[in-house]
């Protein structure tokens, strides 16, 4: 045989069905080598986390439930006495409290939050309220100066500060306020965000804690959300903020006494603020971070939740996930840089570590976000195309179903909400998870990004009643809209949803297609935009 017949032969052979075998064999060593074993160690460590997940909510479940029956209230556990005024003594056993109300462009909520810090029932002369305007809008600069002459002129001590710059963002400037020369005279700082509205008698329940205990450093209240009813996704929202609140708070407060700072809504004692090293501008998170370096100081928390200060959700999707970002990347970052101290510290205790590395940084800051992202969204997914990858069903479904009852139950009014809660949650770990890996390895240029949450107030409000926008916006062509309100990462992962779920229904012998095409439609409805308030160009 000579050689052109020979190649002619080969070529032949390499054609028609002869290429299709062999890539067929090729794709199947492959598959049988190489994808079906990293799938079912995919599976693996997602049942591993999701154990992880469901002991943790378990157990939280029981103690919430044994503080309940048990009726260890703050009150109960801590002294506690109403301060009585004594015109003799000039109220001096009243102590001096400071009042920080950081702000940054809050044009919606500045007027609200000055309000309530200046009707707050306290001694006018153990009282310091200060405003920290970081804001760069010259306008609502003057007008935030003009709300606080006009109180003064009321006769609150009242005090406007300004920085020429914004270093160290939120921290910076609490850092900097406390370094006012007035601020010696003072004992505690109860912090409010500039969408926080305190009730008059916040400082009278709160700092009789602090009078009583000498060994607590920090008061925290629970979030009253105002525009809860705005739209499905601050119901949603409000679902998992209240689990936090009445569960993941209550739980540390009344076992070990610690707890992360929620930023705001609480009051600190100042001398606990400095034997702590003070504001840190490190990470995204400087309320977690005061909170972790004072309790391994040996200063206690206490968390009351039956006094709540009213404040507002993100109601945009937009501020919706700068917000869930920073919750997500900072406090793994924090975690990065701060696991090596709790290990080495030698004022508390080993279990208090075990809690602080464990249950409240590993569980519930990285695995949390983790698992829901790459178990429900991406390897069960992928599981329709390798049946021989079998998910068991209690990992599939009877421990989801406990840990979303846990949940759901905080919300007694939203129960019906439930499967939009799952589906809304799993959308949203998407960037949690992102968040949490950019915080693990400090990767691209997102670190330490801070975005300050939108807030609308009451603006939305007077919006309707007088048919008009929101929030006046820049002229815009439709084009350039429609773009703002794509998200591609939503949409890339709602595709990819979509052609396992149509795959499933064709081949698939699972029935998985169910939930997925669920998870399409969440994916989709908010990678188009069509979630929260939408915000109409003037």
Known sequence: MDLVSLISETVIQLTGDGVVQELGVIWQHTRELLIVPILKFSVFI??????????????????????????????????????????????????????????????????????????????????????????????????????????????????????????????????????????????????????????????CQSIPYFVHNPDIGLVQARWKFVNANECWMTRVQEMSLNYHFRVEQEVGSSTYAFFGFNGTAGVWRIDAIKEAGGWKDRTTVEDMDLAVRASLMGWKFVYIGDLKVKSELPSTFKAFRYQQHRWSCGPANLFRKMVLEIIKNKTVNLWKKIYLMYSFFLVRKIVAHIVTFLFYCVVIPMCVFFPEVVIPLWGLFYMPTVITILNAIETPRSIHLVICWVLFENVTSLHRTKGTFIGLFEAGGRVNEWVVTEKLGDALLKSKENNSPAIKSSRKSRFAIFRERLHLLELGMGTYILVCACYDVVFGKYWYFIYLFGQTIAFFVMGFGYVGTLIPPS
Request: aromatic share 10%; hydrophobic share 40%.
């Open 46 to 203: 997602c049942l591993t986390m999701s154990v992880m997940l469901f002991i943790e909510r378990v157990y939280m479940g029981v103690v919430i439930l044994f503080v309940k029956l048990s009726g260890r209230k703050p009150e109960n556990r801590y002294k506690w006495a109403e301060l009585k005024d004594d015109v003799e003594t000039a109220n001096s056993n009243y102590p001096m409290v400071l009042v920080q109300i950081p702000m940054y462009n809050e044009k919606e909520v500045y007027q609200l939050s000055i309000g309530a810090a200046c009707a707050l029932s306290w001694p006018s002369s153990r009282l310091i309220i200060q405003v920290l305007d970081d804001s760069t809008n010259p306008d609502i600069k003057d007008l935030v100066e003009i709300e606080c002459q006009m109180w003064a002129s009321k006769g609150i001590n009242i005090k406007y500060e300004i920085r020429s710059n914004r270093n160290g963002y939120k921290a910076g400037a609490l850092k900097e306020g406390l370094k006012h020369a007035y601020v010696e005279t003072c004992d505690f700082v109860a912090i409010f965000d500039a969408d926080f509205q305190p009730d008059p008698d916040f400082l």
